[in-house]
């Protein structure tokens, strides 16, 4: 079956650094990639997509590429800032059936400081 | 831009008690979904709707889970005798091809 797995949290960093959220997939089909962001009490929030090998997906400064040779998505920030601190979700949907369903890797807590 | 409502927000419920959490997807959307993440967790899959049946669900969904689409609008995920362990975030998802919309969720305690 389909998985995500992700790099192992919580990831604490001063303002200005610079982000890495490795997530790396195994999927039967041609999955869809995704990163979805959750602030506290909040829901989940689409924060960027890939939907085929190469595509890169970016949005508020975050990228992550569609990589199917190392079947990863890695989410990269180049500066990140003290209201980018929430729990970020890598998540496929598989487009081989219909149905469509999202697996989530386990998320990974961002904490930036000031 | 159209977005997925849910309601109530939050849902407080004592053990045994039956529950039901309603949604209302985007309107063009075919497919329809729910998902839960208990509290500090993973979100899990719990079932997939399209063309007015289940077309997946996960093995949390069992028989004391049922989804329904009542209307040309609400889709709503039903508990008949809840137990402390389903306390968690339920978020509903539409869609129309690829890419889920999800909600923002209803918190739903049981005591």
């Known amino acids: 079956g389909n998985s995500v797995t992700q790099m192992e949290g919580p990831v604490t960093l001063s303002e200005e650094a610079f982000l890495t959220i490795n997530c790396t997939y195994t999927?039967?089909?041609?999955?869809?990639l995704f990163w979805y962001v959750q602030y506290p009490g909040e829901g989940l929030q689409l924060l960027l997509k890939?939907?085929?090998?190469?595509d890169k997906g970016s949005n508020k400064g975050f990228e992550a590429t569609y990589r199917k040779e190392t079947t990863s998505f890695h989410l990269e920030k180049g500066s990140v800032q003290v209201s980018d601190s929430a729990v970020y979700f890598c998540a496929l949907s598989d487009r081989h059936t219909n149905a469509g369903k999202s697996t989530f890797g386990d998320g990974t807590t961002l904490t930036v400081k000031p | 831009e159209p977005e997925v409502t849910q309601t109530p927000s939050h849902q407080v419920t004592q053990m045994g008690q039956e529950v039901i959490l309603r949604c209302v997807p985007i309107s063009n959307h075919l497919y329809f979904y729910w998902y839960r993440q208990i509290l500090g967790q993973k979100v899990e899959f719990l079932v997939s709707f399209y063309n007015n049946e289940i077309s997946e669900k996960s093995e949390i969904f069992d028989d004391q889970f049922s989804v329904e689409r009542p209307d040309g609008s609400n889709f709503t995920l039903k508990i008949r005798s809840t137990k402390l362990e389903d306390s968690a975030m339920y978020f509903c998802?539409?869609?129309?091809?690829?890419?889920?919309?999800f909600g923002p969720g209803t918190r739903l305690t049981v005591t």
């Open positions: 998802a539409s869609s129309e091809a690829r890419e889920q919309y």
């Open positions: 999927a039967t089909g041609y999955p869809s």
């Open positions: 890939a939907t085929k090998a190469d």
